[in-house]
């Protein structure tokens, strides 16, 4: 079982709608991340928290600590939040990154 | 503007050849990773460098070498040894050697053995 688990693993969803994409972890972290990955392949960070929620423009992150799970909003969704969102951990007092295999997301117009 | 630069953005290279991959950052950030991406697998860690001079494998060294001869550059060399090199590679860096705060991403090398 991979220390990082995303659901959806593919997501289809029409212009307008409200997005969820979730994130459960089993280990201890010092912050986790959000991170969006466009078909060229580049890796921008959305967010990092290690607790509460943020929000971004039409983005939102929450972390629920005690139960070890995130979840990445997007409201009003628009073809070009289409990409492959991937969220990661940073586990114990060090700087590298666990990364869960990523959800596919395409919005249609 | 501060950021990350791979090249090449796509590389080919014949069986048997070693290739270096280049990674420089302009963001004065002390720690720097090579991760591997396969279809349908989250990000491996290859090698990390917390300082110059020093570095560590990370899950998954074996066929990959490094170096950090200078703080903002650490290329990798992908060698012969590499039984299935064909893969996207990212390079990132961070500020701090402790802690995940801070973290920047490439654009990637997309590597193919032909």
């Known amino acids: 079982k991979n220390e990082v688990e995303q659901s959806p693993q593919n997501l289809t969803a029409q212009e307008g709608e409200f997005i969820t994409i979730n994130c459960s972890y089993s280990?201890?972290?010092?912050?986790l991340h959000w991170l969006q990955q466009h078909p060229g392949g580049g890796i921008v960070s959305l967010f990092m928290?290690?607790?509460g929620k943020k929000k971004h423009g039409r983005l939102i992150a929450t972390i629920n600590i005690q139960e070890k799970h995130s979840s990445l909003h997007i409201t009003a969704s628009h073809p070009r939040d289409s990409a492959v969102y991937i969220c990661?951990?940073?586990?114990?007092?060090?700087?590298?990154?666990?990364f869960g295999t990523g959800t596919l997301l395409a919005v249609q117009p | 503007d501060g950021g990350i630069t791979q090249s090449p953005k796509y590389l080919f290279r014949k069986e048997g050849q070693n290739v270096t991959l280049s990674c420089e950052q302009n963001?004065?950030?002390?720690?720097m990773y090579w991760y591997r991406q396969d279809p349908g697998q989250g990000l491996r860690l290859i090698y990390y460098?917390?300082?110059?001079?020093?570095?560590q494998k990370g899950d998954i060294a074996e066929g990959y070498s490094v170096s950090r001869e200078k703080k903002e550059s650490f290329p990798l060399t992908v060698t012969s040894a590499q039984k299935n090199p064909t893969a996207f590679y990212l390079c990132?860096?961070?500020?701090?050697?402790?802690?995940?705060?801070?973290?920047?991403f490439g654009s990637g090398t997309r590597l193919t053995v032909v």
């Open positions: 990132a860096s961070s500020p701090d050697r402790v802690s995940s705060y801070g973290y920047t």
């Open positions: 280990v201890g972290i010092s912050a």
């Open positions: 928290l290690s607790s």
């Open positions: 990661a951990v940073g586990s114990g007092a060090t700087n590298k990154l666990i």
């Open positions: 963001l004065n950030h002390d720690a």
């Open positions: 460098s917390q300082i110059v001079n020093d570095f």
